[in-house]
């Protein structure tokens, strides 16, 4: 058979690793991506998970902290911090800069909606995958914690995780709709792939627009997990996963998507994992660790291969 059509539901870190193997072997895909964590900045628009898409399909990718541009200077962000006193919550390269710079001018002066805006960063980058953001609405990710409540970058940078969470909730998200070209591409989808990101504030946010997460439910789904045993492989998806009521293992993890009404097919789990899985989910147990591009390819292969499975049956 053709390669199977694939829609992959990404956030910011693990899933654009296995995105790095998928495109080095050149698999049919599309991305839909993220954007409860997108703010203003100094009058930039960030949006920082499609961001870090944009960039790893392109190969510029940082990937040794998986947001940015490899081999970025941060000059500007030195002096606006030094010289003049700004307290500039993002460490923004400058080339990242510029790019940012060039998204928010063709939002705000040229018209575009933010997805319009991305495929034509998507095209000038010479990028052959489509990539959407969730939404071209607001969907703002809130931590609400001991402290308050606040945007998931306030947690995770300026707070660094530490404030004990209540819960979690998407601003916006009832009234939110999907771009309607992203609709239509899941809906052609032979398989939708939920990338290892976090299920809380990564894969939460894209589900809780509803033309999404009924295009969803209407498909095969393959599901790459993020945990080993009961710790997240990288990020705060262990204490998200607590404060939203499940456990942090691959047991909470197949809940947590039941909740959204998304039944996953295939759950692909690490090989070192001890966690008994649900016995009513079929298995495949494989390295998921991704350190090197070899093991992002190495574990794209084995993803394509359950893809192929699923989508042919």
Do not use: C
């Amino acid at each position: 058979m053709s390669e199977p059509r694939v829609g992959v539901l990404s956030g910011g870190t693990g899933t654009p690793k296995l995105l790095r193997g998928l495109r080095e072997l050149d698999a049919n895909f599309f991305v839909i991506v993220n954007t409860g964590e997108d703010r203003e900045v100094l009058g930039l628009y960030v949006s920082p998970d499609v961001d870090t898409v944009l960039y790893t399909l392109a190969g510029i990718i940082n990937d040794e902290t998986w947001y940015g541009v490899r081999g970025d200077t941060f000059r500007g962000h030195e002096f606006l911090e030094e010289e003049l006193d700004v307290d500039e919550l993002l460490r923004i390269g400058d080339v990242d800069r510029a790019f940012k710079q060039y998204r928010t001018y063709l939002m705000e002066r040229k018209g575009m909606s933010l997805s319009e805006a991305v495929d034509e960063l998507r095209r000038r980058l010479g990028i052959k995958w489509k990539v959407y953001p969730m939404t071209d609405d607001r969907v703002v990710t809130i931590i609400v914690t001991d402290e308050g409540e606040m945007h998931f970058h306030e947690f995770w940078v300026e707070k660094r995780g530490q404030p004990a969470v209540k819960d979690v909730r998407y601003e916006g998200a009832e009234e939110a709709s999907a771009p309607p070209k992203a609709v239509d591409d899941l809906l052609r989808a032979d398989v939708v792939l939920i990338g290892p990101s976090n299920p809380v504030t990564s894969i939460g946010p894209i589900l809780s627009v509803s033309d999404i997460r009924h295009a969803v439910r209407e498909k095969p789904v393959v599901l790459v997990s993020p945990f080993i045993g009961n710790e997240p492989v990288s990020g705060p998806a262990g204490k998200l996963m607590r404060a939203v009521g499940f456990e942090p293992n691959v047991r909470g993890l197949v809940e947590y998507y039941r909740g959204w009404g998304i039944d996953p097919d295939v759950l692909i789990m690490d090989e070192r994992d001890d966690v008994e899985p649900p016995g009513d989910v079929e298995v495949v147990r494989t390295d998921t660790i991704m350190k090197t591009e070899e093991d992002s390819i190495r574990l794209a292969k084995e993803v394509m291969s359950v893809l192929r499975e699923v989508a042919g049956s």
